[in-house]
């Protein structure tokens, strides 16, 4: 079984990730032991998580979750697949212009 989690950090923002063991991951990333975008926003809380059966599913939903906005995974975590719904339609009415183009 894996797993695709969703981190509180200490400054209220979220890291997404996949592992094979939630418990020890969750225990690393407390511990300081993961480097990167939490090691500086610890204490850490998972407040979300779901278990997949390989870990492609898991990596594949991290990467969506990672690509949602803040709206969006907040609607999620809560369970509401309305409004996951409804921000998802949203988001392809409007396109992000980031490249410059506005075609």
């Known amino acids: 079984m894996f797993w695709v989690y969703i981190l509180r950090c200490a400054d209220g923002s979220y890291y997404t990730g996949h592992t094979d063991n939630l418990e020890k991951r969750i225990a690393q990333h407390q511990a300081g032991e993961c480097g990167g975008y939490t090691l500086s926003r610890l204490p850490v809380e998972?407040?979300?998580?779901?278990?997949?059966?390989?870990?492609?599913?898991?990596?594949?939903?991290?990467r969506q979750i990672k690509g949602s906005s803040r709206k969006k995974k907040e609607a999620m975590m809560r369970g509401d697949w309305a409004e996951v719904s409804r921000l998802a339609k949203s988001q392809s009415v409007h396109p992000s212009t980031s490249s410059g183009r506005t075609d």
């Not at 998972?46 to 492609?56: D, F, G, L, N, Y």
């Open 46 to 62: 998972c407040i979300w998580s779901q278990a997949t059966s390989t870990r492609e599913e898991a990596l594949s939903a991290e």
